[in-house]
């Protein structure tokens, strides 16, 4: 079947049949990926909905500890989380609502969650921070009924914690029903994969070896009768087996195979009647390059040995006029070389000298134009140096100007920081008469409790209480005077510091002054530095110019002696090329003379 089949359709059936079951693979990998990506998807959303769980329990924790250290303390700092857990909450019991919208069972728990969050938020959290404010205005003690509310707002806690466990532990469950789904997934895909691969080599070889065989069989057949043809068997043929192009290609080398031996033959004889003819044109021929002109050609005919037959006779007629010619003429050839090889010799003389000086003035020109362009590299380097001081004199002189200015802020910022070292100075002296006040009321609030504590021993037993609250007045009177006397060595310490930190910067201030006077006194320097420098680049260019346009000239006159020089050198060349000329054209002359002397031309 593969024998009527053409090369195109051989090649078109076999890749065509790797390329459908690698569309097949790519298209179950694709099916398999997307079955992949979608169970990921899932994974995803499994793990955002935990999170949204974990996010919710944790803002009702948050809730919960501040309450039970607010209801302990009544410190409203301790109450501001509460809010901004609420909130939390309940955008994350929105947002775990939204994503379980597609699990009636989730649902269902949410519905039941939601009313349990805001009735504990209610009636637990936001009705004891109400009644521990009331308290706190109040100045009562935490009451009994306030302390059972908290254990019954922990135990609705429970319950709320309960169905967020719940609801948790369900989407473990689908997140490892997921996982497995994926793992399966991954395991197919790799399976595909691998099955496909290896159908995809199986066929790839066997394709191969089939159109090895239906191409490779035929050209080596061609190969082989190519070769025995070429070693000289030309009624070799090549034995066509298909119909393809291969075949006709082997139909169309036996015919030519054919014509070819055909052709052959028929050139066989006229090759023998050419030989003749030729043999008899080869005596001729032979005669006269032995020096003998006096053959004469039989061969006659209109086809193209005749013609050369006929040329022949007609080129030894010309031939023998020819010699004639030559010998006449070489006797006057002979003469005039010797003329003309002594006028050579004379001009090649000249011409040497001539090339000698030219030479002497080109090494000359040549030392003159390297010391001038020397010069020139010179003044062009101290140029750029000149040129390189100018820009960074100038560089210079503008970073001290803005050091300068930096300088002058330095010292005006110095002044400010004086200024409010001074004033703060003397808020510690203000600080240091406050705290005398408060001393001398520490002190008088120690002696009223004093006086409190022996009113109270007075009154007995019902001045009990009172003897306890003026003890506790005396001993806050007490730490009022260890931190104000604290305070006091805190404050002289700070002064001194102050104090020294004035001096210091006094002594700043003043270097810095000195250190703007020296700067600008370098400036002034740089600027008169600068000025002379400047003043050297014009001086600097035009002798720059003056050595540029010597360069040229020189570079320009060793141009010309070189163009010289080649000149003289081609003279003298040429000199010697018409003189050995003239030598050969004497040696010829004398060589045809005697080759002409060697040739019969007589009838």
């Known amino acids: 079947m593969l024998k009527d089949l053409s090369i195109k359709k051989k090649l078109a059936g076999g890749f065509g049949a790797i390329v459908a079951i690698i569309v097949v693979l790519l298209a179950s990998a694709y099916s398999n990926f997307s079955s992949l990506s979608t169970a990921s998807k899932w994974d995803q959303h499994t793990l955002r909905v935990l999170l949204e769980a974990n996010q919710i329990e944790i803002a009702l924790l948050q809730i919960q500890s501040s309450i039970r250290g607010y209801l302990l303390t009544g410190d409203e700092g301790i109450a501001r989380p509460i809010a901004e857990g609420e909130t939390a909450a309940l955008h994350h019991l929105e947002e775990i609502t939204r994503l379980t919208a597609d699990n009636p069972s989730q649902q269902a728990r949410l519905k039941r969650l939601a009313p349990m969050i805001n009735q504990w938020l209610n009636t637990v959290v936001h009705q004891q921070m109400e009644q521990r404010r009331a308290q706190t205005r109040s100045g009562a003690a935490i009451s009994s009924a306030a302390l059972s509310e908290v254990q019954a707002g922990s135990s609705m806690m429970g319950e709320i914690r309960k169905l967020i466990e719940d609801a948790m532990a369900e989407e473990d469950r689908l997140l490892a029903a997921r996982i497995q789904t994926s793992s399966a997934l991954t395991q197919s895909m790799q399976v595909v994969l691998a099955l496909g691969g290896a159908i995809c080599v199986v066929l790839a070889l066997t394709i191969g ?49 054919q014509a070819i031996q055909d052709s052959q033959e028929k050139e066989q004889a006229a090759t023998n009647l050419l030989k003749s003819k030729v043999d008899s044109l080869l005596g001729v021929v032979s005669k006269a390059a032995a020096g003998d002109l006096t053959g004469k050609i039989e061969v006659r005919g209109e086809d193209a040995i005749g013609r050369l037959a006929d040329g022949l006779d007609r080129m030894f007629d010309n031939l023998r006029t020819l010699l004639n010619d030559v010998q006449k003429a070489g006797i006057q050839v002979t003469t005039s070389a010797t003329e003309i090889a002594a006028s050579a010799k004379q001009q090649e003389a000249t011409g040497v000298e001539q090339a000698q000086t030219s030479v002497e003035i080109l090494a000359t020109t040549k030392e003159i134009s390297a010391n001038i362009s020397h010069l020139v590299k010179t003044m062009e380097e101290a140029t750029s140096v000149a040129d390189y ?6 560089d210079a002189q503008g970073n001290l100007k803005r050091m300068d200015g930096t300088m002058q802020t330095m010292v005006s910022a110095t002044d400010s920081i004086n200024a ?3 004033a703060l100075s003397e808020k510690a002296s203000n600080i240091n008469s406050v705290l005398i006040t408060i001393t001398k009321v520490a002190d ?8 409190a504590a022996i009113e109270a021993e007075k009154a007995g037993e019902a001045g009990r209480g009172f003897s306890v609250v003026a003890t506790e007045i005396r001993r806050l009177a007490d730490q009022t005077s260890v931190s104000t006397w604290d305070i006091e060595q805190m404050l002289k310490e700070m002064q001194s510091a102050v104090s020294a930190s004035v001096m210091g910067m006094d002594k700043f201030s003043e270097e810095i002054r000195r250190s703007v006077g020296e700067v600008r006194a370098v400036t002034n320097q740089l600027s008169g530095v600068m000025d002379q420098v400047q003043k050297l680049a014009p001086q600097f260019d035009q002798v720059l110019q003056g050595m ?4 040229v000239g020189a570079a320009q006159i060793n141009e010309t002696m070189m163009q010289l020089n080649d000149a003289t050198q081609q003279t003298v060349e040429s000199l010697k090329s018409t003189s050995e000329a003239v030598h050969q054209l004497q040696y010829a002359a004398g060589g045809l003379q005697s080759s002409v002397a060697t040739f019969s031309v007589a009838a």
């Open 444 to 451: 008088q609030t120690n002696i009223l409790s004093l006086n």
């Open 209 to 257: 070896g089939l159109l090895s065989t239906a191409l490779a069989a035929p050209l080596v057949r061609l190969s082989a009768v190519v070769d025995r043809i070429a070693r000289g068997e030309q009624d070799a043929r090549v034995e066509v087996s298909s119909r393809d192009e291969l075949g006709q290609v082997s139909g169309a080398f036996n015919q030519m195979a």
């Open 389 to 394: 001081t100018t820009h960074a004199t100038a």
């Open 420 to 422: 409010k070292l001074a």
């Open 548 to 551: 540029q346009s010597q360069a």
